[in-house]
């Protein structure tokens, strides 16, 4: 059998393929704010400067809120038949943002917010042509409270 072949669900979104991988984000140089992914440019009502800077996230945050998905996503997402639920974290980062994620690594009656999460990139579906898509997802952090 031959490993399949692991490819991003998106160019750009991640530093990809690392042991620590880091979602890149952006910087507006002219009011300071963080966003990602960086080409979501429309960062700050108001803000009309456009001069970005590329930024890497800090891998770590803390676990905003949650939900729990009992219904697939919409396509271009592939979900397993039949369907197996999901729990969706945002992640606080040290650069005042928060990012969306898929929480792995944990039950869902275990999952607490203000815990420390870290970033990991992890298969999200096979696609059509064998490939492993795999994009970042938040776990928490072993021992941290
Ligand atoms: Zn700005």
Not at 61 to 78: A, E
Not at 92 to 106: F, M, R, S
Request: proline share 11%; hydrophobic share 35%.
């Amino acid at each position: 059998m031959t490993e399949k072949r692991q490819v991003p669900i998106e160019k750009g979104l991640f530093t990809w393929p690392s042991d620590k991988p880091q979602l890149i984000g952006g910087r507006c140089k002219g009011c300071g704010v963080y966003f990602f992914p960086k080409f979501y440019i429309v960062h700050k009502p108001g803000c009309k400067d456009r001069q970005v800077e590329e930024v890497l996230l800090s891998r770590r945050g803390k676990l905003d809120t949650y939900t729990i998905q009992y219904y697939p996503p919409p396509p271009p997402f592939i979900t397993p038949v039949p369907f197996v639920p999901y729990a969706v974290g945002w992640v606080a980062l040290p650069e005042g943002i928060c990012v969306a994620g898929i929480i792995t690594g944990w039950k869902f009656e275990d999952i607490k917010t203000h815990t420390d999460m870290e970033l990991v990139v992890e298969k999200f579906w096979d696609d059509p042509e064998e490939n492993e898509v795999v994009s970042w997802k938040w776990r928490p952090v072993k021992g941290a409270k």
